[in-house]
């Protein structure tokens, strides 16, 4: 049975990430509690920074010590350091090292929306697996933190793991995935503020091991909101999908995340018109449930062109390689998003 004092020996071993002293040196374990009944063991632990990949490391390292010594669930809570103490460890901090944010291979598309519900994140991963299919090196940063799904719709099971500094991403379909889906323990809310969740996009772009890669794809939380703004001040040199549904309305709402790129002199590649109608398998006829000629007035309006038009349907299951949002290469839509890759390559040239 876990106890206050074995919690205490197995967690201060572990060395703060910054101030590379252990937790027990700078009595940086706040508060331990047990709910002895549930096997649930919660932790408040005191770090240098919070909000940053060190933390997602560390997390993921205490999370994984303390279910192997019997926890069935865990809790943390982070909080920062006293400046006296800070004071008294800290030490130089080496130069930045050049990052992601500063390559010159890498083009970055953001995957934007006025609104949810109109299949943005579904266009996030399969244009970022058809990307893969075309022989590209593609990364998949999930960066709406609030409604985190990539992991979930690509069928990804395993988490990242840590080499060095540096977190490695999650491997699927050729596609490198990293979402805060990864490091929050089962399915948990987000209650960060904006601030936070600033310091967390920006822990994606420089503390992972991306690698080589030719385009790094952000599926962005619907609507104009901090995480938005973040990723739009974050690059200065971002190319932005805008996705909708044929709806009058949602091309309404969706042309202010596109007026929000061209504000912050993003180039808006084009729009993707999603569940823009439903055809029988019967009779062949094309229903249009949700309206017709949204895609078309937003690309007017946003002087740029309908990259293509996705129809109602869903992929083909299966049990043995489970990714319940990612179709297949040869379904009728896996054949569309391959054309819409091809299309958003051919206007970047590369």
């Known amino acids: 049975m876990l106890t206050e004092q074995r919690i205490q020996e197995i967690l201060g071993g572990i060395k703060e990430p910054f101030l590379h002293k252990t937790l027990a040196e700078l009595d940086a374990i706040e508060e331990?509690?047990?709910?002895?009944?549930?096997?649930?063991?919660?932790v408040k632990v005191q770090i240098a920074k919070t909000g940053t990949s060190e933390q997602l490391q560390l997390q993921t390292q205490i999370v994984n010590l303390l279910k192997e010594a019997g926890a069935a669930?865990?809790?943390?809570?982070?909080?920062?350091?006293?400046?006296?103490?800070?004071?008294?460890?800290?030490?130089?901090?080496?130069?930045?090292?050049?990052?992601?944010?500063?390559?010159k291979q890498?083009?970055?598309?953001?995957?934007?929306?006025?609104?949810?519900?109109?299949?943005?994140?579904?266009?996030?991963?399969?244009?970022?697996?058809?990307?893969?299919?075309?022989?590209?090196?593609?990364?998949?940063?999930?960066?709406?933190?609030?409604?985190?799904?990539?992991?979930?719709?690509?069928?990804?099971?395993?988490?990242?793991?840590?080499?060095?500094?540096k977190i490695i991403p999650v491997e699927r379909f050729g596609v490198q995935v990293i979402s805060m889906g990864f490091f929050v323990e089962d399915n948990a809310p987000i209650i960060w503020r904006g601030p936070m969740l600033g310091k967390m996009l920006n822990s994606f772009f420089n503390e992972v091991e991306w690698g080589d890669i030719d385009y790094?794809?952000?599926?962005?939380?619907?609507?104009t909101g901090d995480v938005a703004l973040d990723v739009h001040t974050m690059l200065p040199a971002c190319k932005e999908i805008i996705v909708t549904t044929?709806?009058?309305t949602a091309a309404f709402v969706a042309a202010r995340a596109g007026a929000m790129a061209l504000r912050?002199?993003?180039?808006?590649?084009?729009?993707?018109?999603?569940?823009?109608?439903?055809?029988?398998?019967?009779?062949?006829?094309?229903?249009?449930?949700?309206?017709?000629?949204?895609?078309?007035?937003?690309?007017e309006e946003l002087n740029t062109e309908v990259?293509?038009?996705?129809?109602?349907?869903?992929?083909?299951?299966?049990?043995e390689d489970f990714a319940p949002s990612v179709y297949q290469e040869d379904h009728q839509i896996g054949k569309i998003y391959l054309e819409i890759a091809q299309k958003v390559t051919s206007l970047l040239k590369k």
């Open 32 to 42: 331990i509690k047990i709910k002895e009944e549930k096997q649930h063991v919660s």
């Open 73 to 103: 669930t865990v809790g943390i809570r982070f909080s920062e350091l006293p400046e006296e103490v800070l004071a008294q460890h800290r030490h130089a901090e080496p130069e930045e090292e050049k990052n992601l944010l500063h390559s």
């Open 106 to 165: 890498t083009t970055f598309i953001a995957i934007a929306s006025g609104k949810g519900g109109v299949g943005k994140s579904t266009v996030s991963v399969n244009l970022a697996v058809a990307l893969a299919r075309l022989g590209k090196k593609v990364g998949l940063i999930d960066a709406d933190i609030y409604g985190f799904s990539v992991p979930d719709m690509m069928g990804i099971t395993n988490r990242p793991v840590v080499r060095g500094e």
């Open 216 to 223: 790094l794809l952000l599926d962005l939380p619907p609507g």
């Open 246 to 248: 044929p709806h009058p």
């Open 264 to 299: 912050t002199e993003h180039e808006v590649l084009g729009v993707i018109e999603n569940m823009a109608y439903f055809e029988s398998k019967v009779t062949g006829e094309k229903e249009y449930v949700f309206g017709r000629g949204g895609g078309d007035k937003l690309a």
């Open 307 to 319: 990259l293509g038009r996705l129809p109602l349907n869903q992929p083909d299951w299966n049990d």
